[in-house]
Structure formats: C-alpha cells, structure tokens
C-alpha cells in the first residue's frame, strides 16, 4: 500500500505558524536535521495508542532508550528528574516564539466569517447520511455506527438476548456516598460540589423513569381518544365509590396530539344526562393555580366496556395522596370526611410550621376556585397530592361538577364554599391529631392537638371547623369557641387572618427558590465544560481533513490519517501534550493520578485564557514546553476554527 504523500512531514520545509508558539526544542525534528540534539535523536518516537492511555517508553517497538518513569504532572517533579530536566534548554516564550503583535493577529488563513462557537453539529453536511459507510484505515468500508443496525451484527456481540435487553437508568451510579472528607480547607471541593445534589438528581431521574413507564401488556384499552399508553396509578384496587359516588380510577397517559403525559381520571358507569354538565366544567380550565392539579379535558366514551366519564389533569409523577403519605395502613379514601378507621395518635407527628404550609397552600388553592365561582369539594386525605416535600395540590377538582350536576343547581355554590373551609378543618384536625376519624369526636381531638401545638393554631382550626349556623361574629384569629358570621366564614378572612403564616410561607418557598437558581448555576459551569470537552475531542487527533473548500477531498484514502499537525514535528503538539498534561497524569510510581479538582481548574484557565504558564512534557520526557494556557486556548481555538472551516466547505 503506498502510503499517501502528507501535507506535512519531514521531508516538508520548515513551517512557522503565525499564531500559534513554535518551541524550538518541542518540535525537534521540523526540518531535517535543525535543532535534533545527539540525545533527542535517540530518544523513544512518540506513539500515541489511542485515547486515554498512558503509553509507557519501555513498551514503545524499536526504542532505543530504556524505559523511563513516564511524564510527572507539574508538581510530582523530584530533584533527579529536574536534573534530568537540566540537560534540556528548556522552551520559554520570548525567546523561540513567534513575536507578539503576530500572536495577537487573527490567524490568516482562516476565513473570515468562520465563527469557533458556531455548531457545526447542525450543519446540513454535518448529517451523515443513515446509509453511509465509512471508510476504514486499510481502505474497506467498516459500519457507520450512526446507521441503522445491520441484521445480525449490531448489539447482539453485547448481549446474549439482544430483545429482552433493558436498560435500566444508572442514577444511583451517580451517587457520591460518603464518608466525606471531614478535613478539607474552606476553598477546597469535593467532586459533588460541583454537580446538583444528589438528592435532587435522583428524585428527578425517578419521576422521569415514571413518567416513562409503560407496561407491554396491559389490558388496558390501547387508546382512550387521542390518548395511549395507559398506565393505572391507583395504588388501591378496590372498587371504592367514596369520592365521586361512582367507582373512580386514575391512569397515566400519553396523548398522541402533543406527546405530553397526563393523568385520566376515569368515573365508571358514568351516564351523561346533560350536556350542559360537560359545557359548565369549561371554567375549570381557566384556574391556573400552583396548588390545583390543572384540569385540561373532560369527555364520556366506551373505551372500558362500560359507559366512563373520562376527566384529563396534569400528571405528576410519583406524587402521593395525603392519606397514603400519613394514613399508609388504612383504607384512607373518606380521612377527613367521615373516616371510621384508626386510633388516636396513631399516625406520624406533623411540625406545626408543616400544618401552616399545608393551610395557607391549600387555601392559596381555594381562593382560585372560589374566585372562578365554583367548590372544590374534594378537600380530603385522598384528594390532596404531594408532588414534592411539602408541595401541596389539590386534586380531582371539577369530577363533582358533572356527576352531581343537577344537584348541584338546586343548591348555590356559597354553601359548597364553606363546607370546603370545613373540609379543610377536618383534613388538618385528622393530620394534627394524628388519626384519621378525629373529627368524629372533634373536643376530643382539640384538647388533644393542644399539647403539642400552640394555641394560635388549635384556635384557627376550631375557627374552620365552625361554620356559621346564625349571625354570631367571631374572628378566626379569636381564642373564643364559636363560629364566624356567614359573610365572614371565607377563604379571604382565613388569609387575612393567617397572613404572617403566608408571608412566612412565602420567605421560605423565595428561599428555596434561591437554592434552586443556585443548583442551576451549578450545571451551568457543567454546561460549559461539557462544550470545552466536545470541542477538545473534535479537534484532538483528529484523521486528517485534507478537504478543499469546494468539498472534495485531496486524498480520500488519507482520511483517516491522523494529520501531520499532531506529530512531534507539527503545530499543534502541544495542544496534545495539554490533553496529557490535564487528563493523563500518572504519579512518581506510573500510577495514574484521577484528580477531579486538577481537570476542572485547568479546563477553567484554558477557557479563560489566563496568562499563567503551564510545563508540558512529551511521553518521553524528551522535550519540555513552558506555554500559557493563553497559547493553548488560541491554538485550540484555530484547530476548531479549521475544522469549522472544513464543515462550512461541505454546504
Ligand atoms: N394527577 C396525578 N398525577 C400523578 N399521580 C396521581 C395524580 N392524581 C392521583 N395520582 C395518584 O394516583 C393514586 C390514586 O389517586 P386517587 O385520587 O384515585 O386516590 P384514591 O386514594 O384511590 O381515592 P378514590 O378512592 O377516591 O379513588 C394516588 O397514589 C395518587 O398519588
């Protein structure tokens, strides 16, 4: 095979780049016989075997110097290697580089409008065709592993059952569990501090799991309108008629209009009488509030055999009802509306400042839906979601307004609006109390939540739980036993009474907010890292883009050449030595040295193009280079704007 002619080797004339630094002693071997020391001419030819590995001298074919300890990163130098060291003029800027007014000129052979940050990636040439092979070294066409899989070759050499093969989400080889380092200075981090906290990255890896669940073969309808993928979420299967009057089941669903996610929730047996019921519902659509689960759709239709009311709602993975958060054990559907199950005291304690928030968002929630005209009615256990700690919503919103329709228009909404105020003493009396049926014996309960909560809250709760039977006024905030005036027992006295519980409620949710900008900014910086590290990939070693800007290769068996640049002789082996220097360190021993804190500095100067300098050494230890990482960012910057260059040539 005879080896193609390349654009750069060492029968070629010297060549000086304009931008980048040309160490003299670097890049020994330039021209044929200049600045070749009697040592560095015997010295190991460096080899590059790939990505990632530390090529060790005595495992180089046909070397003639014996094997030394490797290239030391910057700070593991010991006295004999910087003997060693001495016998080398070192490489310092100033006195081989280029002068610099010509470093600071924009390379000239680049094209103008060549912008580094642009994204080649979305370049129409960029898109290598699914049918396209690509060619291999010895000139034969090898798979594109981008392409569709070839039958009998793709996966099946990795698992024994390709088919049944499921990949399961690592999150938890993610996880950095302890113990920590109890010692560090405050300026030092550990690996996590630089990514989102572990618990947070975990939680939002299993909603998405769950959002993306689906079960193969279900029996579940295979569409229910322009919805599929249905999933049951009901964690209990008996057929309860408790809510609704009718036996109620909620699935997880995918819609084929928006390929969003939502929960239908369906009333079985279901006739519509009225189509006015459905029409009135409209309303339901305009609440937005953060404590209501959002109502979007509500249809009938046969989909399950049997007539069905089909009500469609945001789905929010994994959340969990009030009652299977805190009532696990017990048939929980009626807590807070006449459960007849559990003992006192038997639940978990709820911190007051807990049943605060839980008050003022679900009365956030009721002030939206009172405001809108219409009831929630669904103020319990079972119908309250927890989407997050703490994170309250309110669910199953709007399903009454249908099923009772008509008996809801013999009676007027106000007296639905304070049964949900009741309804909402019951639930957090029940929490309180720590017993589902508290509110069968409601004196009971408040002397039993007196003990442990102040006095502020057990008079607010008895303020909920007594509606105005007659014109007696007496303010929620009042410690007197009694019942508020029909024109003051609203969602809006609640508030105004509660307000500094609000405000509270408010400083905490900002600074939680705070926490969460700030996580955010944490993967920002990794963000931009990961753009660093692509573009270092792209352009490390890459096979040689002998492309002329019409888009035709010189040379196409020379494409997978590793280019001429990236040899010891060429301009950019020092962007090579850089990658060595920052990921490739290996300690006094060979070991490697896998220093996180190491890597990221260095990618953080490299990006900042700061002035500092940095020693880069070959494998060999033959040649030294003292550049900044100024030097290094621009060398870098000129190879991607090179290979950009050669991407924008394709169009
Ligand atoms: N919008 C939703 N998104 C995600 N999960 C939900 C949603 N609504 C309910 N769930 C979950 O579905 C399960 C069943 O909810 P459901 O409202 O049917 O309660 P239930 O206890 O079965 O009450 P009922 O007997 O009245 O049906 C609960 O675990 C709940 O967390």
Redesign the pocket.
């Known amino acids: 095979m005879t080896r193609p002619k390349k654009s750069l080797n060492v029968e070629s004339p010297s060549f000086t780049p304009n931008f980048t630094p040309k160490p003299a002693n670097a890049l020994p071997a330039m021209v044929k016989g200049i600045a070749l020391s009697p040592k560095s001419a015997g010295a190991a030819a460096f080899t590059p075997k790939g990505s990632g590995t530390v090529t060790r001298a005595a495992s180089m074919v046909g070397h003639s110097k014996q094997a030394s300890d490797d290239f030391m990163p910057q700070h593991f130098f010991q006295p004999q290697q910087q003997q060693q060291q001495q016998q080398f003029s070192e490489f310092v800027p100033g006195q081989s580089f280029v002068p610099q007014q010509q470093m600071d000129s924009p390379p000239q052979n680049l094209h103008p409008q060549i912008n580094p940050y642009a994204d080649p990636f979305m370049s129409p040439q960029g898109h290598m065709s699914h049918h396209q092979s690509i060619p291999s070294l010895d000139g034969t066409q090898q798979i594109n592993p981008y392409g569709p899989p070839a039958a009998g070759v793709t996966g099946q050499q990795f698992y024994q059952d390709n088919n049944s093969y499921r990949h399961p989400l690592n999150y938890h080889l993610y996880a950095s569990v302890g113990p920590r380092r109890e010692n560090m200075q405050p300026y030092q981090r550990a690996s996590a501090d630089f990514f989102i906290p572990d618990n947070i990255r975990d939680d939002l890896h299993k909603k998405s799991e769950a959002a993306l669940q689906v079960f193969g073969n279900s029996t579940l309808p295979q569409t229910v309108e322009h919805f599929h993928s249905l999933v049951a ?4 299967p008996s057929r ?1 008629t ?3 009057g009718y036996p ?3 699935y ?1 669903a995918t819609s084929s209009k928006d390929g969003h996610t939502y ?1 239908l ?1 369906r009333i079985e047996g279901f006739r519509l009488t009225s189509e006015q019921a459905i029409r009135s519902f409209q309303g339901w659509k305009r609440i937005t509030c953060a404590s209501v ?1 959002r109502v979007h759709d509500a249809f009938t239709g046969r989909w399950f055999g049997d007539s069905s009311l089909i009500v469609v ?5 994994l ?3 009030l ?2 958060k805190y009532f696990p054990t017990i048939n ?2 009626r807590v807070g509306k006449g459960a007849s199950v559990g003992s006192a005291g038997s639940g978990p304690f709820v911190q007051e400042q807990d049943l605060w928030n839980y008050i003022v968002q679900l009365a956030g929630a009721l002030k939206a839906i009172h405001e809108a005209g219409f009831a929630a009615q669904t103020v319990s256990a ?2 309250v ?1 927890l989407t997050a700690k703490n994170r309250l919503r309110l ?2 919103c709007g399903v009454l307004d249908i099923t009772q329709y008509e008996h809801r228009q013999a009676g007027g909404v106000g007296e639905l609006q304070r049964n949900d105020l009741l309804d909402l003493g019951r639930l957090v009396l029940s929490l309180a109390a720590r017993n589902a049926s508290a509110q069968q014996n409601v004196q009971k309960s408040l002397e039993f939540i007196a003990r442990a909560y102040s006095e502020r809250f057990r008079a607010c709760l008895v303020w909920l739980l007594n509606p105005p039977a007659n014109d007696d006024l007496v303010s929620p905030t009042t410690t007197s036993e009694g019942a508020a005036t029909v024109s003051d027992y609203n969602v809006g006295t609640l508030l105004t009474n509660i307000s500094d519980k609000v405000i509270s409620v408010l400083d905490s949710t900002l600074h939680y907010e705070d926490e969460m900008t700030n996580n955010l900014m944490r993967e920002l910086e990794n963000g931009r890292l990961i753009r660093l590290l692509t573009k270092m990939s792209v352009v490390l070693e890459r096979p040689d883009i002998s492309l002329t800007p019409t888009g035709t290769s010189t040379n196409s068996s020379s494409a997978n050449q590793p280019s001429n640049a990236w040899s010891e002789t060429g301009e950019r082996y020092y962007l090579k030595l850089f990658r060595d220097y920052v990921f490739h360190q290996v300690d006094h021993e060979g070991r490697p040295v896998l220093n996180l804190g190491h890597i990221i500095t260095c990618l953080n100067k490299m990006d900042a193009g700061t002035e500092e300098m940095v020693q880069l050494m070959s494998r060999d230890e033959q040649n030294i280079m003292i550049v900044s990482y100024r030097e290094v960012k621009r060398g870098f910057e000129s190879a991607w704007a090179e290979i950009s260059k050669a991407a924008a040539g394709r169009r």
């Not at 979420?233 to 209990?236: A, E, K, M, R, V």
């Not at 709602?313 to 993975?317: E, I, N, V």
Request: no cysteine; aromatic share 10%.
């Open positions: 979420l009901d964690t209990n309860t408790t809510t609704f109620s089941w909620i997880k929960a929730r689960v709602t945001d789905y929010h993975p959340s969990r009802t009652g299977e929980n559907t079972s119908k979601i669910n199953g």
